[in-house]
């Protein structure tokens, strides 16, 4: 199977968590004994957005500031990649074709951001877009994808399966929330919607969860 897998920096990166990144290799390498094929997205977590006020403090444009967040997020894809050696690729890749490259060389690919304007959920839609992937899954700080803000509201509930014409709805009721729009960027649904691929939202902080993803076990929210 192709997966994506986009890594919360919310999850690893918030701040730097040296075990869970650890148990992700782990994963890694066990998706590719298993003959899975995967390209990793991970974003900058707190770090990042460090970055991006140090730069907007000191005057700097909003392009600027997303590139220092790419440029963190690809320090994080680094630290995976160089764990993982040889069963990975030599660089982070800096374009989707550079990572389409290496998933067809049959290494596990990992990469941060991209390009100003977007966030590495958009990145991920794009991968697995281009790639053809069977699935997407986004490790997440959250159990799934819930009716409104679970960090707002407590009658919050979580959805178990979604199709991606009522995910809009969800996003464009909830859009004056933060919550449910951080929970995935609408700009990577309107790719995955496109393509019909596949995406799982769930907690990260269990890469376990990952593996249940992928064995079409119930686990977080299922967008189809
Ligand atoms: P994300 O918000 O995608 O990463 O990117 P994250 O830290 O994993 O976020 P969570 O865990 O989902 O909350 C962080 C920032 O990096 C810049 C944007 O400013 C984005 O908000 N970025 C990222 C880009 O400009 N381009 C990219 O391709 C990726």
């Given at each position: 199977m192709r997966i994506v897998l986009r890594i919360g920096g919310s999850v690893v990166a918030s701040p730097s968590n040296p075990s869970l990144i650890s148990n992700y290799v782990d994963l890694l390498k066990d998706l590719?004994?298993?003959g899975?094929?995967?390209a990793v997205v991970v974003g900058g977590g707190t770090?990042?957005?460090e970055f991006i006020k140090a730069a907007k403090d000191i005057g700097l444009d909003e392009k600027a500031q997303d590139?220092?967040?790419i440029s963190i997020s690809r320090l994080y894809a680094q630290l995976i990649l160089r764990a993982l050696g040889k069963l990975s690729c030599e660089?982070?890749?800096?374009t989707v074709e550079d990572a389409l490259e290496y998933l067809d060389q049959g290494k596990i690919v990992v990469m941060g951001g991209l390009k100003p304007g977007m966030t590495t959920d958009t990145v991920a839609a794009?991968?697995?877009e281009k790639a053809n992937a069977d699935l997407l899954?986004?490790?997440t700080d959250q159990e799934g994808v819930y009716d409104k803000d679970p960090k707002k509201y407590a009658n919050a509930v979580k959805l178990e399966h979604l199709k991606f014409k009522d995910l809009s709805r969800v996003l464009a009721e909830n859009k004056h929330k933060a919550g449910i729009h951080q929970i995935i960027d609408p700009e990577a649904i309107k790719i995955l919607r496109r393509k019909k691929v596949k995406m799982v939202v769930l907690n990260g902080f269990k890469p376990e969860n990952v593996l249940c993803a992928v064995k079409s076990e119930r686990i977080g929210t299922l967008i189809d």
């Open positions: 590719r004994k298993k899975h094929e995967v770090l990042a957005r590139e220092v967040a660089n982070v890749p800096l794009l991968i697995a899954v986004k490790a």
